[in-house]
């Protein structure tokens, strides 16, 4: 009898390593034509053919009412759920505490493709965990400069440890690219580049618009997005290790400074005399108005597409975490501007459109952790406080794998609940996954 197994690809890419076509010629049903042996393999049985897809994995950070990691869970312990379906656990490992346990034999990983990995070390730190530090400098303002340099150094002292592997790589000025490596130094490398080349909200509020507003603006978070999605495909094709983003950026707004740019806004005009756009408009001599071409109208049906802005900034953020989720990496944002008030007198916004851009900015960057299992640093000065936490939730872990029963492809973004049986332990574990069907454009 011809046996057919289906299992599911990585993080959900269905990959074909055999087709079967089974042929038969008029006569009785599945059996061969007269004078023909029926073929069979060298152990005279007959011959299987096997579909195959890769290991489904996720993280998952048990802990009690106190907030304390169990480290005593088994594999009878969990209920995992695709879709509503449960599914056979395949694979268990316990890191805690720089030990690995293994509680249910996983299979082989596969080798990494596409990704510069450094020298093989000893077995022993097989545990150690890998790191990106991703610096979005086209978010983080030049004022801050020194402030990110000095949350390098905490990430250097307080996160990564021996055994760990880490990468650096920014988005734009600071040019930094830094492969997989264990050497703590070339953090200091990194640092000694970073600076901040955010726009300041006077650059906004006076650059050129397009239909779908500040045309830097969304040019500069597709760079962003584009590097980050990136660096995560690249982490989908390493197995076996908890791996995380750390993502340095200010966050994002697709539309800020909406009224200031629109000339809508009266607080240049009555704080500091002069307009919020100069192009907006300007009164001739007569008392009428002219339009020099570089504003227009919030309702202007030429602009509508920057009503969309917020639904365009979900659809990307969607994407990014989507891409994560396939990596089984968890994304963790920090916003190195810390607490933030009032702004810069030099700055010349409007302290109401200011909160409102600040708001949308760090919104964004809780979107990308809280989507991933991570958490989002913003609104804070102890940076040591969070990057501890960091610590803490990528130290001590279960690694689940399951391989999934549906094989359908077309069901691209898929279910994930994990549960476990006792009642004092709270889990948090990915909950979905998507099928990754083409490369990114």
């Known amino acids: 009898m011809t046996r057919v197994i289906l299992r599911l690809p990585v993080f959900a890419s269905v990959v074909l390593a055999g087709t079967v076509l089974l042929a038969q010629t008029p006569g009785t049903p599945g059996q061969a034509p007269p004078g023909v042996p029926p073929k069979t393999d060298a152990l005279g049985q007959k011959p299987t053919f096997r579909v195959t897809v890769d290991l489904v994995t996720n993280d998952v950070i048990a802990r009690d009412s106190r907030g304390q990691f169990v480290a005593d869970l088994t594999k009878e312990d969990f209920d995992l759920l695709e879709d509503g379906v449960p599914q056979q656990i395949a694979s268990l490992v316990l890191v805690h ?201 919030i309702n202007d049906p030429s602009r509508s597409g920057a009503k969309f802005a917020d639904a365009d900034l979900v659809r990307e953020l969607a994407e990014l975490t989507r891409a994560a989720n396939r990596a089984n990496a968890t994304i963790y944002t920090i916003d190195p501007r810390g607490l933030v008030g009032m702004p810069d007198l030099d700055d010349n916004v409007d302290p109401v459109e200011f909160q409102e851009y600040l708001s949308n900015s760090i919104n964004s960057l809780r979107v990308l952790a809280e989507q991933t299992g991570g958490i989002a640093v913003v609104n804070q000065n102890d940076f040591d406080k969070a990057l501890k936490r960091i610590d803490a939730e990528t130290s001590d872990y279960y690694m689940i794998g399951y391989y999934s029963t549906n094989p359908d492809p077309l069901k691209r973004t898929r279910q994930i609940d994990v549960k476990v049986k006792r009642k004092d332990v709270d889990v948090w574990a990915r909950k979905s996954y998507s099928i990754k069907t083409g490369p990114r454009r």
Do not use: C, W
């Not at 991703?134 to 990110?148: E, G, M, P, Q, S």
């Not at 989908?236 to 809508?264: C, W």
């Open 97 to 297: 505490g720089g030990r690995v346990s293994n509680l249910a034999l996983p299979p082989p990983a596969a080798p990494p493709e596409g990704i510069i990995l450094p020298e093989v070390r000893p077995t022993n730190d097989t545990s150690g965990r890998i790191f990106i530090l991703f610096i979005d400098d086209l978010h983080l303002d030049f004022k801050n400069t020194a402030r990110v340099r000095d949350l390098l150094k905490k990430i250097k002292g307080t996160l990564i440890h021996q055994g760990d592997m880490f990468g650096i790589v920014s988005s734009g000025t600071s040019s930094i690219a830094i492969d997989l490596t264990y050497d703590l130094k070339r953090i200091d490398e990194a640092l000694k580049k970073v600076m901040g080349g955010a726009l300041k909200p006077t650059d906004i509020i006076q650059g050129p618009e397009g239909q779908e507003g500040p045309t830097e603006v969304r040019y500069r978070a597709h760079v962003a997005f584009a590097s980050a999605a990136d660096l995560l495909d690249n982490l989908s094709k390493v197995h076996n290790r908890r791996k995380a983003l750390i993502y340095v950026s200010n966050g994002y707004d697709f539309n800020p400074f909406e009224k200031s740019r629109t000339g809508q806004a009266e607080f240049f005009e009555n704080r500091f005399g002069t307009q919020a756009n100069p192009g907006a408009g300007s009164s001739s001599g007569d008392g009428t108005e002219t339009n020099t071409g570089a504003g227009t109208d």
